[in-house]
Nanobody, 123 residues
């Protein structure tokens, strides 16, 4: 089992950057592929990015490709989401999640979730 805690959210102007961090507890972090999802008010959870157990492969939603970068440090039990060129439509609560399904973009395939961190992008 793994517990996840996100941080790094906040208010930023359009065109700005934020870096989200997800800290995982437990000694089994490297067994999990990791992902980031987001949920805007009144909308469903949306896949953002995923990374394999080793960090060797990454996957992105088309809406963030070229602007967001996911990475992980298994020695520090941490997953990062670097967000650049932010747009107002990126406003949402961002969640990190853990899965045994490498590279998955499917919410139901993620077993463990953090509590979320709010990102607000002003125009």
């Amino acid at each position: 089992q793994v517990q996840l805690i996100e941080s790094g959210g906040g208010l930023v102007q359009a065109g700005g950057s934020l870096r989200l961090s997800c800290a995982a507890s437990g000694r089994t972090f490297s067994r999990y592929a990791m992902g980031w999802f987001r949920q805007a008010p009144g909308k469903e959870h949306e896949f953002v990015a995923a990374i394999t157990r080793s960090g060797g492969n990454t996957y992105y939603a088309d809406s963030v490709k070229g602007r967001f970068t996911i990475s992980r440090d298994n020695a520090k039990n941490t997953v990062l989401l670097q967000m650049n060129s932010l747009k107002p439509e990126d406003t949402a609560v961002y969640y990190c999640a853990a899965t045994y399904y490498s590279g998955s973009s499917v919410q139901s395939e993620y077993d463990y979730w953090g509590q979320g961190t709010q990102v607000t992008v002003s125009s």
